[in-house]
């Protein structure tokens, strides 16, 4: 695993860990603003995690596919970041 690719796992992991302590603030039925920035801080993890997998995947898939001689190819990969790109600005 690339270093890249650990520090993504390592936001998912944290992400996870928070999801765990919102859940039992939440039960503890602890204040709601305090809930609200843990709930924040778990998209953040999430969203630098996103981005750091669409970098890798830019700088090897991407790259890779759009060296190849396969125009096929190329449209494919261009639709799939597209396709991701949309998805992550909803």
């Given at each position: 695993?690339?270093?890249?690719?650990?520090?993504?796992?390592?936001?998912?992991?944290k992400?996870?860990?928070?999801?765990?302590?919102?859940?039992?603030?939440?039960?503890?039925?602890?204040?709601?603003?305090?809930?609200?920035?843990?709930?924040?801080?778990?998209?953040?993890?999430?969203?630098?995690?996103?981005?750091?997998?669409?970098?890798?995947?830019?700088?090897?898939?991407?790259?890779?596919?759009m060296?190849?001689?396969?125009?096929?190819?190329?449209?494919?990969m261009?639709?799939?970041?597209?396709?991701?790109?949309?998805?992550?600005?909803?």
């Amino acid at each position: 695993m690339n270093v890249q690719k650990e520090k993504t796992l390592i936001n998912f992991k944290k992400a996870q860990s928070l999801l765990g302590k919102i859940i039992k603030m939440i039960e503890n039925d602890e204040y709601c603003v305090d809930i609200m920035q843990q709930d924040l801080a778990v998209i953040g993890l999430l969203k630098s995690a996103n981005q750091m997998l669409m970098e890798g995947h830019l700088n090897d898939c991407f790259k890779k596919a759009m060296s190849s001689a396969s125009d096929k190819r190329k449209q494919e990969m261009i639709q799939e970041i597209l396709q991701v790109t949309k998805l992550s600005n909803k």
